[in-house]
């Protein structure tokens, strides 16, 4: 089967910088994805990796190492507007796209 | 605009009552997927379908049934046989490339009384 662990909450001042991290067990692994979802509202893409690196898209980065099964969401320069829950999730071979969704993380950022 | 539409955004129900929630898309995506989500909890996969006329359960599909006979619409309906169906419903597409970015609907909120 497929599993995924990630903090259950993160707290962060504007401007600072916080990672989240995500360790999945899986067979047949194909990519780490990670979205964003604020309270009622419906999750919204950030990052897709498939090969370990780090890949960055503005202020947001992603992180994996597949051979740790390891990867991370890295936001720089918090802003209130980040406050909301960040998923990760696994997709796999032979999964017809599916994704297993971890618990997910929720991000506070004061003032 | 292309998306994914979602109706209606809130919906109540008494108990023992079947409810068809909608999701239409125009994106031209050829899967389609329904979660649920538990307030605090992550997405859980009811249902997905790869292509019109087929459809596979996932993880959670007990008191569920869906159909796809339109590549644009993938309606669930939640049956009295769903124990506790007051939830977060998530309708989501993505093109058929594995790997892919889901676009999420708005969502439905239904609340059984």
């Known amino acids: 089967g497929q599993s995924l662990e990630q903090p259950s909450e993160v707290t962060a001042v504007e401007g600072a910088i916080v990672q989240i991290n995500c360790t999945y067990q899986t067979s047949g692994f194909y990519g780490l994805s990670w979205y964003q979802q604020h309270d009622g509202g419906a999750p919204t893409f950030l990052s897709y990796?498939?090969?370990?690196g780090l890949e960055e898209t503005g202020r947001f980065s992603s992180f994996l190492s597949r051979s740790d099964s390891y990867g991370y969401l890295l936001l720089q320069e918090l802003q209130m507007k980040d406050s909301a829950s960040y998923f990760c999730?696994?997709?796999?071979?032979?999964?017809?796209?599916?994704?297993?969704f971890g618990a997910g993380t929720r991000l506070a950022v004061h003032p | 605009d292309g998306g994914i539409t979602q109706s209606p955004k809130y919906l109540f129900r008494k108990e023992g009552q079947n409810v068809t929630l909608s999701c239409e898309q125009n994106?031209?995506?050829?899967?389609m997927y329904w979660y649920r989500q538990d307030p605090g909890q992550g997405l859980r996969l009811i249902y997905y379908?790869?292509?019109?006329?087929?459809?596979q359960k996932g993880d959670i599909a007990e008191g569920y049934s869906v159909s796809r006979e339109k590549k644009e619409s993938f309606p669930l309906t939640v049956t009295s046989a769903q124990k506790n169906p007051t939830a977060f419903y998530l309708c989501?597409?993505?093109?058929?490339?594995?790997?892919?970015?889901?676009?999420f609907g708005p969502g439905t909120r239904l609340t059984v009384l």
């Open positions: 994106l031209n995506h050829d899967a």
């Open positions: 990796n498939a090969l370990d």
């Open positions: 989501a597409s993505t093109p058929s490339e594995l790997g892919g970015e889901q676009f």
């Open positions: 379908s790869q292509i019109v006329n087929d459809f």
């Open positions: 999730a696994v997709s796999f071979s032979g999964g017809y796209n599916k994704l297993i």
